[in-house]
C-alpha cells in the first residue's frame, strides 16, 4: 500500500517535471503565428526566420513540434495513470476486506448472542428491580470473545445444538487463559 503510494508519488514528479522541461508556456506564450523553423510565435514564417533551427521543445516550449520529447510525456503520463488505478484498485480492495471482517465480526456476536445466554441464563441475567431479567452485557461480550476464538470467528452450524458446550469451552479457556499468565510470571 505505501509501495504504490509512493511509486504514483514519484511517477507524478517526473511528469511534473517533463512539463517544466518540454512544455514551458513561458516559452510557447503570445498569439501571433508559429515558426516552424523555430517554432516561437514571433508573427514571422520559416523563410524570412533569422533564429536559429529548434532541436528541442527545451527551446520552443512546445513538445508538438518535437515527437521524441512528446513520447517521452505521453509515456509518463501513462504510466501515472496506470499507477493511480492500481492505487485506487488496492484501496477499494483494502476498504472491502475490512467490511468483510467487520460484518463476520458483528455477525458472530450476533448469531451466538442468544444461545449463549440461553445456555446459562444464572450466569448471564441479572434481575432488576421491577423484576426484568436483562443481560449482563460485559460478561457476555467477554464469553462471545472466548467462543470467536475458539470457533476462529465461523458460526457452528447448529449453534443451539452446540451452545450445550459453550460453557466447557468458555471455562477451558479460562484454564488455559490462567496458565498461561502463569507461565509468563
Ligand atoms: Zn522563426
Ligand atoms: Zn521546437
Not at 512528446?70 to 503520463?77: G, I, K, Q, V
Amino acid at each position: 500500500m505505501i509501495e504504490i503510494e509512493t511509486q504514483v508519488e514519484s511517477a507524478g514528479e517526473h511528469l511534473e517535471h517533463l512539463n517544466n522541461k518540454y512544455a514551458n508556456r513561458n516559452l510557447n506564450k503570445g498569439r501571433g503565428k508559429q515558426c516552424s523553423n523555430c517554432h516561437l510565435r514571433l508573427d514571422h514564417n520559416m523563410r524570412n526566420c533569422t533564429i536559429d533551427k529548434c532541436l528541442t521543445s527545451e527551446q520552443c516550449g512546445d513538445p508538438s513540434k518535437h515527437p521524441d520529447e512528446r513520447s517521452l510525456m505521453d509515456s509518463a503520463t501513462e504510466d501515472l495513470k496506470r499507477l493511480e488505478k492500481e492505487l485506487r484498485n488496492k484501496t477499494n480492495e483494502y476498504d472491502t476486506r475490512l467490511k468483510g471482517l467487520n460484518s463476520a465480526r458483528s455477525s458472530f456476536a450476533q448469531k451466538i448472542r442468544g444461545a449463549l445466554i440461553n445456555s446459562k441464563k444464572d450466569k448471564y441475567l441479572v434481575k432488576t428491580g421491577s423484576g426484568m431479567f436483562v443481560p449482563k452485557s460485559g460478561l457476555v461480550n467477554q464469553d462471545i470473545a472466548k467462543l470467536e476464538k475458539h470457533f476462529h470467528g465461523k458460526v457452528p452450524d447448529n449453534v443451539s445444538e452446540m451452545s450445550k458446550t459453550f460453557q466447557s469451552i468458555i471455562q477451558n479457556f479460562d484454564k488455559q487463559d490462567i496458565s498461561a499468565r502463569k507461565f509468563l510470571q
